[in-house]
């Protein structure tokens, strides 16, 4: 079955209205109230888009879906370009990864605050990853063969 098999699924269907109840079916980054509707997925599965939590899930307009979707892609491009510049290797990049799943129970964020993370993302993201690993670059930081850090020996 293809994705776009699941998402025509009964079970997707059921989901996908409980998500657009929950989010008073509102677009949670422009609150349109007007436009068509779409839940998108904040990080996904092997399995199937209904055995995702809800807290993964949110709604917004086609627009936003798009334009949010877009900015994903690019925005994950730059981190892991950033953090591969910073000298850090695969399996950095796999700890730091299980590190963020490894964060349980975030609430569901909507409303206002979305907006502020939404507005602080495009604006300030990037700029403070490429400060913060031009910093470490600059730093007198170094990793030795088993990845521990310590000082550089000049």
């Known amino acids: 079955m293809t994705y776009l098999d699941k998402l025509k699924d009964p079970k997707w269907q059921k989901k996908r209205l409980l998500i657009l109840q929950r989010d ?18 904040l990080i996904y599965s092997d399995g199937s888009p209904w055995d995702i939590d809800d807290k993964h899930l949110i709604t917004l307009c086609e627009n936003c879906h798009k334009s949010i979707t877009e900015e994903e892609k690019e925005y994950k491009t730059l981190l892991i370009d950033s953090v591969k510049g910073a000298g850090f290797m695969g399996d950095d990049l796999r700890e730091l990864a299980e590190g963020f799943h490894s964060i349980k129970n975030l609430p569901h964020i909507s409303g206002v605050v ?5 507005y ?15 910093h470490l670059s600059k730093s007198n930081v170094t990793r030795n063969k088993k990845g521990q850090y310590g000082k550089k020996i000049h």
């Open 24 to 41: 008073e079916f509102t677009c949670q980054n422009c609150f349109s109230d007007k436009e068509t509707l779409h839940v998108h997925h």
């Open 120 to 134: 602080f993302v495009k604006h300030y993201l990037s700029f403070m990853v490429d400060e913060y690993f031009k």
């Open 114 to 118: 979305a907006s502020v993370i939404n």
